[in-house]
């Protein structure tokens, strides 16, 4: 199995050797830099599957490592570390992509916690990107508006508000075809009926979970 290849950056020596050293013990394959520049150089040389950067560096900052994700490692996780938290940077990290944001100084278990929760996020993608909608339609019998909501539902877990905002229709329209979906499939809720489709499993139609 292919270890799970993390980048570190961070200008503190002390704390980059410690964090390198707690994340080589859990099994991660980790490569380390100081500042953005060599960061961008490690990223366009390698595949990482997941970044940990300080915030603020000395040549510049996180937010020109998480520029370059969205535009080239768009798989890759990034969590931010800083020890000069404010709100604003806060918010901009996580509207930039980042995908946990971790105020220094930080318990090791903090960081699992966040690297764990990047990881399942990540494959949670993956999963997600190898569905076969229309198998899925055709093996439920769902319908357009059906199949539209679902695929809503399974990329992030979108709220019936933010359904029913991006598909211009009202809430209640929203839901009856969960009510619809929910009873093809064989489920009751949205989390499970994004956990049933991610598991490559199926059911025939009106068959529910014993």
Do not use: W
């Amino acid at each position: 199995m292919t270890k799970c290849k993390v980048l570190l950056v961070e200008d503190e020596d002390l704390l980059r050797a410690s964090l390198s050293m707690f994340l080589k013990k859990n099994g991660f394959e980790v490569l380390e830099a100081q500042d953005e520049e060599g960061a961008l150089v490690r990223l366009k040389g390698d595949k990482f599957h997941l970044i940990i950067t300080d915030l603020f560096l000395a040549d510049g900052n996180g937010f020109g490592i998480m520029k370059y994700l969205q535009d080239y490692c768009q798989d890759a996780k990034c969590i931010v570390i800083t020890g000069h938290a404010s709100l604003d940077s806060a918010i901009k990290a996580l509207r930039k992509g980042a995908f946990d944001y971790l105020l220094k100084p930080f318990e090791f278990d903090e960081l699992k916690t966040a690297i764990d929760r990047a990881l399942q996020k990540q494959s949670e993608e993956k999963l997600v990107r190898k569905l076969d909608y229309h198998k899925i339609s055709k093996n439920y019998g769902l319908t357009k508006k059906e199949m539209e909501i679902i695929k809503i539902i399974v990329s992030d877990g979108s709220s019936n508000a933010t359904i029913s905002e991006n598909m211009s229709i009202s809430k209640n329209t929203v839901k009856v075809h969960l009510r619809n979906i929910f009873k093809k499939v064989g489920v009751e809720s949205k989390t499970s009926l994004t956990t049933l489709l991610l598991s490559g499993e199926s059911r025939q139609p009106g068959q529910t979970a014993s």
